[in-house]
């Protein structure tokens, strides 16, 4: 019985486990086959049968708390404007998903939440540690350090003491997943474990896209899945990925902040292919519309989409081979914040938005 990928710690007694293993029972069966039916392939008692699968019902039901329940908490980017642009910065809780292009960015913010997690709350972090789970290269060190330098410069109105954090590295958990595999096993057991030993605050997976595309049967020459049936499992596969991350998230009060790759979006003709079509209604959650000069889709589809909760476009710029590269940081989709692109820069102290458009934007920074 594969109760156990659904839910933890769901236990049957030996006599129905063994009568569901002989009858090969899944949990899906459980839940969808006739009471009846079931009775019969499982000689089991019907009452006892459905005792079961309303237990195991009431165990996969979301958990939902009532509005007044909910306080949303929000991990600082370490920018007080871009926090503002974003309705208040990382959601604690939730799935937030960067995309761009390669060199956009996307591990640079990573690794500035990393070091942000760490901040007393009073200046925005979350004072526990940071998950960085990496699929192609490690964590660099290095840029990590430097990220930490000038945290200082970040918050000027600070005591340095406050502020100033010596190693952060130590509080930086690394975890490299070079294949689909290990991936898997290290979120789906590895993970929940470090979440109940240490005080993790944020996860970082950098990038998701990376080992779907190596290990299901990709199509280079027309950038997309050719086999239906590696549809289905990465569908199944993203959707599981996204549910145990929310419930890690959500137990333990962490941001999840997840990498995503993109690629070349090509552009219709769509008084051809109608208004009300996949690829012209999905200008609005891909992020790039076709007045964007190259306009991109976020990698893994449809289904990734929406187990994400807020996505987050870092976008290049035409003059992005200056000193200090300058990127829009687009909110595509977010329950916290409206659509909106925020000009910033990549230096030395991370992501930030520069002082003119502070100025621009609020009279008060
Ligand atoms: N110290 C620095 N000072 C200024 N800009 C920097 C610095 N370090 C990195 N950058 C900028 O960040 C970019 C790299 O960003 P990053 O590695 O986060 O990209 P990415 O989106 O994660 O790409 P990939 O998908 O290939 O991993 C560089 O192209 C450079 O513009």
Not at 53 to 74: D, E, G, H, N, W
Not at 325 to 336: D, F, K, T
């Given at each position: ?12 007694d030996?006599k129905h486990?063994?009568a ?10 459980l839940?969808?086959?006739d009471v009846e039916?079931l009775e019969k392939?499982t000689n089991c008692k019907k009452d006892e049968l459905i005792q079961i699968i309303q237990q ?310």
């Amino acid at each position: 019985m594969d109760i156990s990928n659904y839910v933890a710690n769901f236990h049957f007694d030996e006599k129905h486990a063994a009568a569901f293993e002989n009858a090969d029972v899944s949990t899906i069966d459980l839940l969808t086959i006739d009471v009846e039916d079931l009775e019969k392939r499982t000689n089991c008692k019907k009452d006892e049968l459905i005792q079961i699968i309303q237990q195991v019902t009431l165990l996969l039901r979301p958990k939902r708390k009532v509005a007044s329940q909910i306080k949303q908490s929000f991990l600082t980017t370490g920018d007080l404007v871009l926090d503002q642009k974003l309705g208040g910065g990382i959601p604690v809780g939730q799935l937030t998903e960067v995309c761009g292009e390669s060199g956009s960015g996307k591990s640079q913010l990573c690794m500035q939440l990393c070091i942000m997690a760490q901040l007393p709350r009073a200046f925005g972090g979350l004072n526990k540690a940071a998950v960085f789970i990496s699929t192609e290269s490690g964590l660099e060190t290095k840029r990590l350090f430097e990220l930490a330098k000038y945290i200082p410069d970040r918050f000027p109105e600070a005591e340095e003491g406050d502020v100033f954090i010596r190693n952060p590295g130590d509080r930086v958990y690394t975890i490299l997943c070079p294949d689909l595999e290990s991936q898997e096993h290290i979120i789906q057991y590895q993970l929940p474990i470090l979440f109940q030993r240490e005080s993790i605050g944020l996860v970082v997976l950098d990038s998701v896209a990376a080992n779907y595309r190596a290990e299901l049967k990709y199509n280079r020459s027309k950038s997309h899945y050719t086999d239906l049936n590696n549809i289905a499992i990465r569908g199944n596969q993203l959707g599981k990925l996204a549910s145990i991350l929310r419930d890690l998230s959500r137990q333990y009060e962490a941001a999840v902040v997840i990498a995503n790759q993109v690629s070349d979006r090509l552009t219709r003709d769509y008084d051809a292919i109608g208004l009300f079509s996949l690829d012209y209604q999905s200008q609005w959650f891909n992020g790039w519309d076709d007045l964007d000069p190259n306009p991109k889709i976020p990698s893994l589809g449809l289904v990734w989409t929406n187990n994400v909760n807020t996505r987050l476009a870092l976008i290049k710029r035409a003059d992005s081979a200056t000193v200090k590269a300058r990127r829009i940081l687009r909110v595509v989709y977010s329950p916290n914040a409206a659509r909106i692109d925020v000009p910033v820069l990549i230096g030395s102290m991370g992501i930030f938005v520069p002082k003119e458009e502070k100025d621009a934007s609020n009279p008060l920074f």
